[in-house]
């Protein structure tokens, strides 16, 4: 049946699915690959000092010679790559767990770990403030069985890292929960059977099958991470600070766009880079 | 069938609401009145002059919106400029607060209303001392003051002086905290006293138009040594907090024993609750921390001029201006003779006889952007 309709559709119907896929396509250039260009060109064509308009580089080159800026830059790749880091070592064991376990228990796991897509991230670091922040309710039971004060991480990096890894947890615990779907049983059952621990049944037998799912659900979550602005803005240190306050600091406070655009491309070079990741890994699917 | 029901329901509301007519034209008799503030002067006026104006001027609609910061106002006012040149409409009539200097040109080009000439009644009752362009009006003044924790850190040992003040910062580390300046004007001010000090305690030094990059570089590179060095001893070993109510909250929560506050924050604070009964104030003696008088500005091209002049000769009337002092605890516009005696024997400590002030613009640039630079790289991001 499937084959037939797809003959049926065929060459006729080919101009019906171009204009389907039409408007997604002009809104992402009218959207997306628009802002882009001119972005890139308000950057590089710049009036000069006598007057005209020519190729300049100069913020580019101010952007990568100021020591604030690039630490700036190297907080967001530091906390960026922490995240990853430890969504991959958080998100795992529960995606894990979910695939090979059954019973009520898991229902109530998988409800708890999709939970933070549902918590907008201003309460989740409203909420953050007052559970770990100081003299927040950690502290207070710390206290009262007579233990020493926390260091609290409000105000710290690691703020900002603590909450976005918490935030992103649904999303790439349903990304590798998809691609454990593949794994057959009959495979893990079949490792067993010839001897295999758990460890090796992981090893050897999921992680080859989940590879790709992984770095799609890394590529996904690290965009996200990259450009956060609410969690690092409310949570994080004055300085240095992630690109997304700078960016909006350095436009509304600093009244500089120009030096705000070139923070957002080399922002979105980054991206881009985070981006080729999933393309490849969805081609590589495609090719199989 | 559910799930199509939902979805032909779903995509009909969605285009139903695009259809909906944008409002993208000033309504006939809605004042658009925009404010930079925090959300206390929002809230004071949505409840409190909102319907006191709207019960006196029948078919006359207040449209409150937020603007967000001073750079939202800004671009709101060139917006008008703009719109002033092709005879447009602005959608904007009246400024809650903001610098009629600002953007440069503004008053040549005629932006803004002259309130001096445009005849309203109260006029005559604005307090000189906050008087400081003809074509805006105070209002409203606050002030910042340092605020603590009076259990800790009892009145008769309170610092009165600057020096006083980094005396004790520095022998209580971990007790004081500010916020960023571009996030709030308690911790802004905090900044700009600094500024003050190391230049010669004379707030007439800096003007709206006086700011090069020469003179800047100098006159705040002293200040940022002088923040700087008392940076390690603050709250955290150098953290700040992200705004006025974070200062407030870690006050609050007992953290800090002693934070820069606005005088109408902190008082509202207490008078809810958020802050204990305990809570100190104190204003520097050699000289104050800055605040201000928010002074209102009426766009000259706005569709409804009229109705917001009367705003502006409304909220000056005494009912408005004793609840300024008894609900959002500033201080009111006109001068004291025109508040009731009750209220002026009430609030006799904090009636202000200079407010020091500093200007925005370049210097607001400046001091953002240099306060981040210098001063805040402190902490470390591996600890």
């Known amino acids: 049946m499937a084959s037939s309709v797809r003959i049926a559709a065929g060459e006729g119907r080919r101009p019906v699915g171009l204009l389907l896929v039409a408007v997604p396509v002009f809104l992402v250039g009218w959207l997306v690959i628009w802002p882009i260009v001119s972005a890139i060109l308000r950057t590089v064509w710049r009036p000069q000092g006598d007057g005209g308009m020519g190729f300049d580089l100069s913020t580019y080159a101010f952007f990568f010679s100021d020591a604030y800026s690039l630490n700036n830059l190297y907080l967001t790749l530091w906390t960026t790559g922490v995240c990853a880091v430890l969504l991959l070592i958080v998100c795992l064991p529960i995606a894990l767990y979910l695939r090979f376990a059954n019973g009520k228990i898991a229902v109530y796991v998988q409800a708890l770990a999709i939970l933070p897509m549902f918590v907008p991230s201003i309460i989740l670091a409203y909420a953050f403030i007052r559970v770990l922040g100081p003299n927040g309710m950690v502290d207070l039971l710390l206290n009262a069985v007579g233990l020493p004060k926390i260091r609290t991480p409000y105000l710290t990096p690691w703020g900002p890292v603590i909450g976005l890894v918490w935030d992103n947890i649904p999303l790439t615990v349903v990304i590798l929960l998809a691609g454990l779907g593949s794994v057959s049983n009959m495979a893990v059952e079949a490792a067993r059977d010839v001897g295999a621990n758990r460890l090796q049944v992981f090893w050897h037998i999921v992680l080859p099958q989940i590879s790709n799912s992984v770095l799609v659900a890394l590529s996904f979550s690290v965009l996200g991470i990259f450009s956060a602005f609410t969690l690092p803005y409310l949570l994080g240190p004055a300085s240095p600070e992630m690109m997304g306050p700078f960016m909006q600091r350095t436009f509304r406070d600093v009244n500089d766009p120009i030096a705000a655009i070139t923070q957002a491309v080399i922002t979105f070079c980054f991206c881009i880079a985070f981006g080729l990741f999933y393309v490849r890994s969805v081609a590589r699917n495609r090719g199989r | ?383």
């Open chain 2, 1 to 383: 069938m559910k799930r199509r029901a939902f979805l032909i329901s779903t995509a009909g509301s969605v285009a139903g609401m695009m259809l909906l007519p944008r409002m993208s034209f000033a309504a006939e008799g809605q004042i658009d009145w925009y404010t930079a503030s925090d959300s206390n002067i929002l809230d004071f006026w949505t409840n409190t002059i909102k319907p006191a104006f709207e019960a006196a001027h029948s078919g006359v609609k207040l449209n409150l919106v937020d603007a967000g910061d001073n750079a939202g106002i800004q671009s709101i006012a060139e917006r008008a400029i703009a719109a002033m040149q092709t005879n447009a409409d602005p959608q904007a009539d009246y400024f809650e607060h903001a610098d009629p200097r600002l953007p440069k040109g503004a008053i040549e080009a005629g932006l803004y209303v002259n309130m001096k000439d445009a005849g309203l009644s109260n006029y005559a009752k604005v307090n000189p001392l906050a008087i400081d362009s003809d074509y805006s009006l105070p209002y409203r003044g606050s002030q910042v003051l340092l605020a603590y924790d009076t259990t800790k850190l009892p009145p008769a040992d309170v610092p009165k002086t600057w020096d006083e003040l980094v005396t004790w910062i520095k022998a209580n580390p971990g007790q004081f905290v500010y916020n960023r300046p571009d996030k709030g004007g308690s911790g802004g001010n905090f900044v700009r006293r600094a500024i003050h000090q190391v230049n010669g305690l004379d707030p007439k030094a800096f003007t709206v138009g006086n700011y090069t990059e020469a003179f800047g570089n100098e006159a705040l590179g002293k200040a940022w040594d002088l923040l700087k060095d008392i940076a390690p001893a603050l709250y955290d070993g150098g953290a700040y907090s992200s705004g006025n109510t974070q200062s407030i909250q870690l006050l609050a929560q007992g953290v800090v024993t002693m934070t820069p506050v606005w005088s109408d924050q902190v008082l509202q604070a207490i008078s809810e609750g958020v802050l204990p009964e305990t809570t100190g104030m104190v204003q520097l003696r050699d000289l104050a921390l800055c605040g201000g008088f928010s002074r209102a500005v009426v766009l000259s091209n706005g569709k409804n001029r009229d109705a917001a002049l009367k705003l502006a000769d409304f909220i000056l009337t005494e009912d408005i201006q004793s609840a300024i002092l008894t609900e959002l605890g500033g201080f009111p516009g006109v001068s004291w003779d025109y508040v009731s005696a009750e209220l002026r024997e009430k609030f006799a400590d904090i009636i202000p006889t200079t407010i020091p002030t500093f200007p925005a613009g370049a210097w607001e640039a400046a001091v953002n952007d240099g306060w981040y630079r210098n001063v805040a790289p402190n902490i470390d991001r591996k600890s």
